[in-house]
């Protein structure tokens, strides 16, 4: 079922809307490359959180397909991957 909009005309709230939005403004305050996790975990903690974390991938893809980000040439340790180095990310 669609979700329909408020009495006020307002479409409902989504995760995908609310981390589209908060990546957004981590961009714009951003002064050099950011792992994905710093974005992801700062989200969690203001209560942005999908029921799978892996929903995260398409925002960033968004973002970057809309010029907000792409990716930098910094590595950094993926605390939720073992780890595992992966590039990080840059506002454009």
Do not use: H
Request: charged residues 20%.
């Amino acid at each position: 079922m669609a979700k329909q909009p408020d009495l006020f005309g307002q479409a409902p709230r989504s995760f995908e809307n609310d981390a589209y939005g908060f990546l957004i403004a981590f961009v714009k305050r951003a002064t050099g490359p950011f792992c994905s996790e710093d974005v992801t975990l700062a989200a969690v903690a203001q209560g942005i959180a999908p029921a799978d974390m892996r929903s995260w991938g398409s925002i960033f893809t968004q973002a970057a397909r809309d010029g907000y980000i792409r990716r930098s040439k910094t590595a950094f340790r993926r605390v939720m991957g073992n780890n595992t180095l992966t590039l990080g990310w840059e506002r454009v």
